[in-house]
Nanobody, 121 residues
Framework: VQLQASGGGLVQAGGSLRLSCAAS????????MGWFRQAPGKEREFVAA???????TYADTVKGRFAISRDNAKNTVYLRMNSLKPEDTAVYYC????????????????WGQGTQVTVSS
């Protein structure tokens, strides 16, 4: 199984980015997908998740600014990030779980390699 995250970069505060995570080696539609992030010196934290049926959940810190979506035909999950803030700076990881919507970093089945997002003030 591979989860290949991409789309990170350097952006000014108020800007936007779209992250992508392409999955292979699994039956994508059978997995709930999520995005997490980890800033230096901090624990990995939940950002957003999408269920098998497309129901979304978000961390309070990103609600209204970020949007998660999935394209089962392309085996890809996306994270659209708008109105970015310096505190959104982190490495962003995608996650896949067969049995649980991934809202906790504990027990996730598969992780992507991470993509760096840096928001300058």
């Amino acid at each position: 199984v591979q989860l290949q995250a991409s789309g990170g970069g350097l952006v000014q505060a108020g800007g936007s980015l779209r992250l992508s995570c392409a999955a292979s080696g699994l039956t994508f539609s059978s997995y709930a997908m999520g995005w997490f992030r980890q800033a230096p010196g901090k624990e990995r934290e939940f950002v957003a998740a999408i269920s098998w049926g497309g129901v979304n959940t978000y961390a309070d810190t990103v609600k209204g600014r970020f949007a998660i979506s999935r394209d089962n035909a392309k085996n890809t999950v996306y994270l659209r990030m708008n109105s970015l803030k310096p505190e959104d700076t982190a490495v962003y990881y995608c996650a896949a779980d067969r049995t649980t919507i991934p809202r906790s970093a504990v027990g996730v089945d598969y992780w992507g390699q991470g993509t760096q997002v840096t928001v300058s003030s």
